[in-house]
């Protein structure tokens, strides 16, 4: 391995290494610039999206209040209180989020704790109809307090009669075992009562927000006899909701769900089987494969297979080798997604992302046919010093990347319906053949 792929960048230098150092280097060996918890957080424009965890998207704010007929009570100071504003913007959600304030003696002392269980219930009182549940929204200052919220609930329950729930924001968790994300999804099925188990009844945890309503995955359950497929965002009121309890199993769709189905799995006794989002269509085949032996099933999914084998084949015709620059600021996983672009017959010049232990599969895959590729942290401070250079990519994915390269076309690729399997293969070339028609970029630009 050159030395200097370790090495310090150099003042106006923003730190990236090849993908081919990356992986001789091995997540053991991995340099501290992609690590974030080693080194200062850089808060890019490009990380604002979705570094943080009350970010618009699908942050714990909103991911709090999948549950039907919740509402919220975020206590914070308010600077964290101001930015939740943002998401009154989003249709349903400005009658679904109160406040309670702290200032500097609450964070001093913590006499706000006392007050929460009286917010609690003049929230409840406010409302024209009772709400489902509260959840109560608490940001990394009760962190640093050590505030027991898990009391404070109880103690707001006995004053309301409904659920009331922490949902914890906590940022400097994010590297911890129990982040932000995974804990708010654990909290979202912990109202789950024991019901009789129907074998026809299947849950699809992972996302926020439904899986896109042509994708295959449905009618492979339905063709093993599945009659019920319940997403939490599909859920219309709180008691169907509640009837998530009678599963048979359920299916992991986004590894940050793995807490939540084990903790139903102990609670419950609902098994779950996981199951990726992947851009290669084999591994999306070898993955239903293994999904059918799991179940004593034979999946039949040749026409879809060929189908999107095809529509990869004509997009590759139609624009040639497109080289892709990619972001984690997606419905993606940066390292998976790339190397599905370059076993297409694409190039993949820089990805944006920090790799954990179980990405080093693909970024061994990525060096074995584009070692150059270069690898960069949003996170890591030298990001102020990016300089494009003569790394200009035709077509970028992801807020993030999208930041980077201003000038090529930009396919954001962060919808809320959650593109899987062969049918998001599909989405994926088809929006981003329109950004390229929408852009007017012509095939002869592309760099053979």
């Known amino acids: 391995m050159m030395r200097e792929e370790f090495t310090e960048s150099r003042a106006g230098d923003a730190y990236s290494i090849s993908a081919a150092a990356l992986a001789e280097a091995g997540f053991a060996g991995m340099p501290e610039q992609l690590i974030s918890n080693r080194h200062l957080i850089y808060s890019s424009p490009a990380t604002l ?3 943080s965890p009350g970010a618009q998207g699908f942050g714990v704010k909103r991911a709090g209040l999948s549950i039907p007929g919740s509402v919220m009570l975020l206590v914070a100071p308010a600077c964290c209180g101001r930015n939740t504003t943002i998401l009154t913007e989003l249709g349903g959600y400005g009658e679904r989020f109160f406040y309670l304030m702290m200032d ?3 964070i001093v002392t913590g006499r706000h704790m006392n007050r929460i269980p009286q917010a609690v219930k003049e929230v409840y009182d406010h409302l024209s109809g009772a709400p489902s549940v509260i959840m109560i929204c608490i940001t990394c200052v009760d962190a640093l307090l050590g505030t027991d919220m898990e009391r404070i609930c109880r103690k707001a329950e006995g004053l309301v009669g409904i659920p009331v729930l ?23 099925y912990s109202l789950l009562q024991p019901l009789p188990k129907k074998s026809t009844s299947v849950n699809l945890l992972g996302h926020f927000a439904p899986l896109i309503d042509d994708c295959e995955l449905y009618e492979i359950l339905r063709n093993m006899g599945v009659r019920k497929i319940r997403e939490i965002s599909r859920c219309g009121s709180y008691e169907e909701y509640l009837q998530m309890a009678e599963a048979n199993f359920n299916l992991v769709l986004d590894p940050e769900a793995r807490f939540a189905a084990e903790d139903l799995r102990k609670r419950l006794e609902i098994p779950s ?3 990726r989002r992947l851009y290669q269509i084999d591994k999306i085949q070898h993955q239903y494969r293994l999904f059918g032996a799991a179940l004593g099933e034979t999946i039949q999914d040749e026409t879809w297979y060929e189908e999107t084998k095809k529509a990869v084949e004509s997009f590759r015709n139609t624009w040639g080798p497109l080289r892709f620059a990619v972001g984690e600021g997606c419905n993606a996983n940066a390292f998976e997604l790339s190397a599905a672009l370059l ?3 694409f190039a993949v010049t820089e990805i944006f992302a920090d790799p954990s232990e179980e990405d080093f599969i693909y970024i061994r895959r990525i060096a074995a046919v584009s070692p150059d590729t270069r690898i ?7 990001m102020l010093y990016y300089d494009i250079g003569n790394e200009a990519a035709d077509i970028v994915i992801g807020k993030d990347a999208g930041y980077y390269h201003p000038d090529s076309v930009r396919v954001e690729w962060s919808d809320d319906t959650a593109p899987f399997g062969y049918a998001g293969v599909r989405l994926f070339f088809r929006t981003c053949e329109q950004a390229l028609r929408e852009s007017g970029w012509h095939r002869e630009e592309v760099k053979e």
């Open 104 to 106: 500097d003696t609450d």
């Open 376 to 382: 960069y942290s949003n996170l890591e401070p030298t």
């Open 49 to 51: 999206a979705f570094n």
């Open 166 to 188: 922490p949902c914890y924001m906590y940022a400097l968790t994010r590297e911890g075992r129990k982040p932000p994300m995974v804990h708010v999804r654990q909290t979202l």
């Open 273 to 275: 089987i996981e199951l």
């Open 343 to 345: 076993s297409y017959g």
